[in-house]
């Protein structure tokens, strides 16, 4: 079975410093990961996605995140937070070959991200 | 180009009654998957649904069930309300199964009292 795991319920940074967002995974194989944001009453919006090739990935809004194998983590980043990325975050995972059970992404319980002014 | 639309936004219903959510896939998908957000939670997978079939189910029980139409939306239903089934019920669609770039919609905020 698939897991993710988001160690930070919160993390709070100040406007204009880097931040990073942690998440390890367990998968069958290979990993097809994302990264989601969520705004308060609303649905998911989609950040980012890794499947194979470079480690390092860009998504919207100056996000990027970092893939490590062997650490089995995929960690969101950011150089600089703004205010208006304080939301919470959700990274989920499956499993990267076709086959029964392996298109339902599994979640991350979230992390709240609080950028302070 | 209209993304992801589910309605209602809100609903509230008493337990035991029965309640159906609607979703209309972006342009172009062919795929419904449905999710459950408790308060304080990650979204869990309960079905998905492509060529008007379910394709793959989550630990839910018989009580919630799906349905996808020929123009590729789908609904949800769940009978027999609980109390434990208030959440923000998230549906997501995406061009083939395989699910490799989900757009989710705004959800539909079911409270059971």
């Known amino acids: 079975a698939q897991s993710v795991a988001q160690p930070e319920d919160q993390v709070n940074v100040a406007e204009g410093n880097p931040l990073t967002v942690k998440c390890t995974y367990s998968v069958s194989g290979n990993p097809y990961l994302f990264w989601y944001v969520q705004y308060p009453n609303r649905g998911l919006q989609f950040l980012l996605k890794?499947?194979?090739?470079?480690?390092l990935v860009k998504g919207s809004y100056g996000f990027e995140a970092e893939f490590n194998k062997s650490q089995t983590s995929f960690h969101l980043k950011k150089p600089s937070a703004l205010v208006s990325d304080s939301a919470l975050y959700f990274c989920?995972?499956?499993?990267?070959?076709?086959?029964?059970?392996?298109?339902?992404?599994?979640f991350g319980k979230g992390t709240k991200l609080s950028v302070i002014p | 180009d209209a993304g992801v639309t589910q309605s209602p936004t809100h609903l509230i219903k008493t337990r035991g009654q029965q309640v159906t959510l609607r979703c209309s896939p972006k342009?172009?998908?062919?795929?419904v998957s449905w999710y459950q957000q408790a308060l304080g939670q990650g979204p869990q997978f309960i079905f998905q649904?492509?060529?008007?079939?379910?394709?793959q189910r989550g630990n839910f029980p018989d009580r919630f069930s799906g349905h996808q139409f020929p123009n590729y939306s789908s609904e949800l239903n769940v009978n027999a309300l609980l109390l434990g089934d208030s959440a923000l019920y998230l549906c997501a669609s995406s061009q083939g199964e395989m699910n490799t770039e989900a757009f989710f919609g705004q959800g539909t905020r079911l409270t059971v009292v």
């Open positions: 890794y499947i194979t090739g470079d480690n």
């Open positions: 342009s172009g998908h062919d795929t």
């Open positions: 649904y492509y060529e008007e079939e379910e394709r």
């Open positions: 989920a995972v499956r499993p990267l070959y076709s086959g029964a059970g392996s298109y339902q992404l599994t």
